[in-house]
């Protein structure tokens, strides 16, 4: 007996509600299926229990500290956030080990996260932040009724229940308060080359695969406007990935984290190489093929 055939099935689609979908051929490992209405790409079976528990209890969550480079990008985000919400109360949901709320505390914000993790939230709690219960449904303390901005980067590709904690966030917001969020794309570039070696398609820990369009849609039916959605980069680390994969000769794999730092520092230490790099990912943004989804919406209802 397939023990698959016992698990909870999803039975409808997470952005659209429909009842119809087919699978995605090439992807049956991860369970994928495409919504027959809007497109929408999900897992139709529910991980179990021991599923995640294995997944989650070997994460890396970046806890080893982060670049100088990465860090002024953060810096230059958070700016940019502030400057369209004139957030002074600002909200990360699943925020690891505070990183991207430590920029905002600099800039003068009262601070806020969530974090299943405890030792990313002890971290965080080092460093000033306010840490709340909830988790995906954050509960905000008895004196804050709402924050001006919600920071929901790389974890809705995790959740099956996006109606639900998208609901929760909006209720948590201000009126025009703004909601950050970042996702893999599916429709990305780098995803229709590698296919179904793309290092994104991870069951059971991504379930659910956006594209542009199926955010947008399903943020707008939640309360929301966009001011701006685009999708960018290629990663150079997933790249390497997939080409250990294919390698016949598994003792001359190249250390793909390695390989994208060396990237990296050509890209910053080489003007031309970084001119043609920004010219690409203007492409890619243009074009929707980036690899990550990067939106910015604001609470409307």
């Not at 369970?31 to 929408?40: D, I, P």
């Not at 909601?179 to 080359?193: A, G, H, V, Y």
Request: net charge neutral.
């Amino acid at each position: 007996m397939n023990i698959r055939m016992t698990l909870p099935i999803i039975e409808t689609c997470h952005v659209c509600g429909f009842g119809q979908h087919q699978p995605l051929r090439n992807y049956e490992k991860h369970h994928l299926v495409r919504c027959r209405r809007c497109s929408f790409v999900f897992s139709n079976i529910k991980p179990t229990e021991e599923e995640l528990r294995q997944v989650y209890e070997g994460y890396n969550r970046g806890l080893d500290g982060i670049s100088s480079t990465t860090i002024a990008k953060l810096h230059e985000r958070a700016v940019a956030l502030i400057s369209l919400s004139g957030a002074n109360a600002v909200l990360d949901i699943a925020c690891g080990d505070g990183n991207f709320l430590q920029r905002f505390k600099e800039l003068g914000c009262q601070v806020f996260g969530t974090e299943y993790d405890r030792e990313s939230e002890l971290i965080s709690e080092a460093r000033g932040i306010t840490m709340l219960p909830g988790g995906l449904m954050p509960k905000l303390p008895s004196v804050v009724s709402d924050v001006d901005l919600i920071i929901f980067t790389e974890v809705i590709e995790h959740i099956n229940n996006p109606q639900e904690v998208l609901s929760h966030i909006h209720g948590l917001l201000k009126p025009n308060g703004l909601l950050f969020i970042t996702t893999p794309n599916f429709d990305s570039l780098e995803r229709r080359i590698l296919g179904n070696q793309w290092g994104m398609v991870m069951y059971p820990e991504h379930i659910s695969y956006y594209t542009p369009k199926t955010l947008d849609m399903i943020l707008k039916t939640k309360g929301f406007e966009k001011i701006s959605i685009y999708a960018e980069n290629i990663s150079v680390f997933r790249v390497f990935q997939f080409i250990n994969r294919t390698k016949k000769d598994k003792s001359n794999v190249i250390d793909a984290e390695a390989a994208a730092v060396k990237a990296s520092a050509v890209v910053s230490g080489n003007s031309t190489v970084h001119f043609l790099k920004d010219m690409t990912n203007e492409v890619l943004k243009f074009t929707y093929l980036g690899s990550s989804i990067v939106a910015t919406y604001r609470k409307v209802t």
